[in-house]
């Protein structure tokens, strides 16, 4: 089928271009082998006028016009599910072209079609073989194609993987221009058949480009023994770092990148080791860089065809001192437009809400990944519970969409969703026992349905909703499908005959369930129960999906999947629900779900939020939640009346909290509550699915909220409300997110009792305002301040008076 994105004009201009593979591609084994030159030539006078490339690759490639590089772009043509959607990019080469002959060449290596990738650290995944496609158009007409009479040889990089790291020897440069075979140039291979033949996959790029974003300076270099020197860049990104002062001829540095010492001061990878299930035993982590120097000291070591998740390096090899001035670390991701800022008066919630940034930063490097440097896969489960946080932070509307349609192609036919996209076994089992078991886990394929909701709050592109609306389909019924086709063994050993809600009751199959709880070693059990958790995401999609039927006309959908979802509803309350409020499963994130997603009756939320007041009470005041449920938990507690206790958990330190990562050094979000202890490290230090508290600093704090159901005519921050809720000891705080619309800030201050709210709402905003003490008013267009008294955020919460109609406010600052 092919992909709404895909456009002819991409297909015409690469028609006479033929796939092209290095020769001797084929004889290395993974991670070690090299980048290759290819190159051709090509005529052009300034008659003919602009000229455009347009070229694509199974690999990554650089492209070069005469010497000079083209674009600023990393890592093109990224990573999609190549087998559907291959991305082809385009440039305006005119200024680098000479009246005469001209020649183009590629830089290719692996990349993600052919490197190691994932947690087994499989390579080959999309194909063994890389290949490039190219070609130049003028307004005369095609200039240049790939094709037969194209050369090729292996260049200065002797070794390009993602994950292990990459080899430059500098006496392998500059490259050469004669075209001999006695230097290594050999005809390039074409490739024909299978996949080289399908051009409908092309697509053109709907996210921003992976770029270099930003430089940073070590904070301290230190010679921990003759030949070794430990940099410490003071953050933890993904990137890599750029060398100089390579040394005399023959010098051979090797670089390793790591996100913690050892109690020797030395860069470990221990926490990031890969495992290989079939031998059970780790892996090597990668991460190390190596460079030969040619003696010239105008060479400058920088790998643009790998990319580490570091906070350290440690060099080896070169004896001589390395000064600030030889080395940077450049961090390296995709160019989102930074949409969001916080500011407030704790500076320790600062240092949190930059630490969620970086960590973003660090896992956006052209898919969401869950960590840029064990696995560096799409895990769909890390996206579901991040996307709102993101969106609050940075423009991932292109980001997202891109991913979405990677997902959707790489969706089982049955609907299940694989637990990362791009996937490399495709919309099928990959014939790895775990990979495929895990294929369709409650919370990680909801990724499908939960990520083009948030995309249709923040950004309000129906399009966009109404392309992902058939895969969002396909997984709520494969989920339906699931529940009505089998009960937990251990349901039929109690309850021989099933009762009638059951049909509805999703308690088999492989889920993650909660993971890595504090206190509780995360459990991939095929054969445990998590129907709580199960049952209450099918819930949850069952809902959203009708919703989204509702936004696009579909009214008997809507009504088929809002009858489903009340089935489930009753299935999961018939369960898990007693009287009292309390659930059969008790557990802060089953708590924090259940009224998060709606499963709770009205009349009972108040029961359940007070039990789940009192789990956390018995918890010693800390949290308690995993993976899927941490992002709710906080706003649970203030949505329910319980604002202080949500306070207490975001300002607490020690194990497990946000704080006590900070304190232990981090400056990015950790895989483990206990990622670093007195006992040793365990884990990434850089997986922002703990991060998700930070949409409570924009939603709560500082009061900035999108419609949870909006129809068109609320998306886009098109309808906003404003409701700070102050605490934790906090004199100030303040958010601004930039919209379609403008810039929507709001900026409290608590001073002497006195409680002033200052904002700023942009033309074609509509803004409901709540002040802590329950007041209500209208914002038009324009600045505004609003005054409530109290003498702590207590006070002014506790005046909270019964909901009225909503005052319309003209008080305005000019």
Request: aromatic share 10%; proline share 6%.
């Amino acid at each position: 089928m092919t992909d709404p994105d895909f456009h002819p004009s991409v297909q015409a201009a690469l028609h006479g271009a033929s796939w092209i593979s290095p020769a001797r591609d084929q004889r290395e084994q993974p991670g070690t082998r090299p980048a290759y030159w290819l190159r051709g030539t090509f005529m052009w006078s300034r008659d003919e006028g602009k000229a455009i490339v347009h070229a694509t690759a199974h690999g990554v490639y650089e492209l070069f016009i005469n010497g000079s590089r083209v674009g600023h772009q990393e890592l093109t043509p990224g990573f999609t599910s190549y087998r559907k959607r291959l991305q082809v990019h385009e440039w305006d080469i005119t200024d680098l072209l000479l009246s005469g002959q001209n020649r183009v060449s590629a830089l290719l290596s692996d990349g993600w079609f052919r490197g190691r990738h994932g947690f087994e650290r499989r390579a080959d995944g999309f194909g063994n073989e890389t290949a490039l496609l190219a070609s130049i158009t003028t307004s005369s007409g095609t200039v240049a194609v790939t094709d037969s009479l194209w050369e090729s040889r292996e260049s200065h990089i002797t070794r390009a993987d993602l994950m292990d790291g990459q080899t430059v020897d500098f006496r392998r440069l500059p490259e050469p221009n004669e075209r001999t075979t006695a230097d290594g140039w050999l005809p390039a291979v074409p490739r024909q058949g299978g996949l080289y033949n399908n051009r409908e996959r092309f697509v053109r790029p709907l996210a921003p480009p992976v770029r270099r974003i930003e430089e940073l300076k070590p904070v301290s270099i230190r010679e921990a023994s003759a030949g070794v020197t430990v940099v410490d860049f003071g953050q933890n990104i993904n990137g890599w770092v750029r060398l100089s002062q390579l040394g005399p001829t023959g010098t051979r540095t090797s670089l390793l990148h790591g996100e913690i010492l050892d109690e020797a001061g030395l860069v470990s990878t221990a926490n990031i080791q890969a495992f290989d299930f079939a031998s059970k035993t780790p892996l090597p982590a990668g991460q190390v860089d190596e460079v030969i120097s040619a003696g010239r000291p105008s060479d400058v070591f920088e790998p643009r065809h790998t990319t580490h998740g570091f906070r350290y390096v440690q060099i080896e090899g070169n004896v001589r001192t390395i000064s600030p001035e030889d080395i940077t670390a450049v961090v390296v991701h995709t160019d989102l437009e930074r949409t969001g800022t916080f500011h407030c008066s704790d500076t320790r919630l600062n240092a949190l809400h930059t630490a969620i940034l970086w960590s973003f930063r660090g896992n956006a490097c052209d898919i969401p990944t869950d960590c840029p440097q064990r696995e560096r896969s799409g895990f769909t489960g890390d996206w579901q519970v991040f996307m709102d946080t993101a969106a609050l932070m940075f423009d991932v509307s292109g980001f997202s969409a891109k991913w979405l349609k990677d997902l959707a192609a790489d969706q089982w036919p049955d609907g299940r969703v694989p637990t990362v996209v791009p996937n490399p076994a495709g919309d099928g089992p990959s014939g790895t026992f775990f990979e495929d078991l895990a294929t369709g886990s409650a919370g990680w394929g909801d990724a499908s349905v939960f990520v083009p909701w948030s995309l249709w709050r923040a950004y309000g592109n129906k399009e966009e909703l109404a392309g992902a609306f058939p895969s969002m389909r396909s997984w709520v019924d494969y989920a339906a499908g699931a529940a009505a086709g089998g009960r937990h063994p251990d349901r039929v050993v109690a309850r021989p005959t099933p009762l009638p809600h059951e049909l509805y009751l999703w308690d088999t199959g492989f889920h993650f369930g909660e993971w890595l709880e504090p206190d509780s070693p995360p459990n991939p059990d095929p054969t445990r129960d998590h129907g709580i958790v199960a049952t209450g995401y099918l819930y949850r999609s069952a809902f959203l999906l009708a919703q989204a039927a509702s936004v696009l006309g579909e009214q008997e959908t809507a009504a088929a999947y809002q009858a489903l979802a009340a089935h489930v509803l009753d299935a999961w309350q018939s369960e898990y629900l007693d009287s009292t409020g309390r659930l059969s499963e008790e557990s802060q994130g089953h708590y924090a779900r259940a009224l998060a997603f709606g499963l709770v009756p009205d009349e009972l939320a108040p029961l359940t939020a007070e039990r789940l007041v009192e789990l956390i009470r018995l918890n010693g005041n800390r949290l308690g939640t995993g993976f899927l449920s941490t992002g709710l938990l906080l706003p649970v507690l203030a949505d329910h009346g319980y604002l202080d206790v949500a306070y207490d958990l975001l300002l607490s330190t020690g194990t497990p909290s946000w704080l006590g990562m900070l304190e232990a050094g981090a400056t990015t979000m950790w895989e483990w509550w206990d990622g670093v202890t007195s006992s040793g490290v365990r884990g990434s230090l850089n997986h922002y699915s703990k991060g998700a508290v930070g949409s409570f600093l924009y939603t709560h704090v500082a009061g900035i909220r999108l419609p949870e159901n909006p129809d068109a005519e609320q998306t886009a921050y098109s309808t906003v409300t404003i409701a700070p809720q102050p605490g934790g000891g906090l004199t100030s705080a303040s958010a601004a997110v930039e919209t379609a619309h403008g810039r929507i800030s709001s900026a409290w201050t608590l001073d002497h009792g006195q409680f002033i709210l200052r904002l700023n709402i942009p033309e074609g905003v509509s803004a409901g305002v709540e002040m802590p003490d329950g007041t209500r008013y209208v914002a038009a267009a324009g600045e505004h301040e609003f005054r409530a008294m109290g003498s702590s955020p207590t006070d002014l919460i506790e005046a909270r008076r019964p909901v009225g109609p909503i005052e319309s406010c003209q008080w305005t600052v000019n």
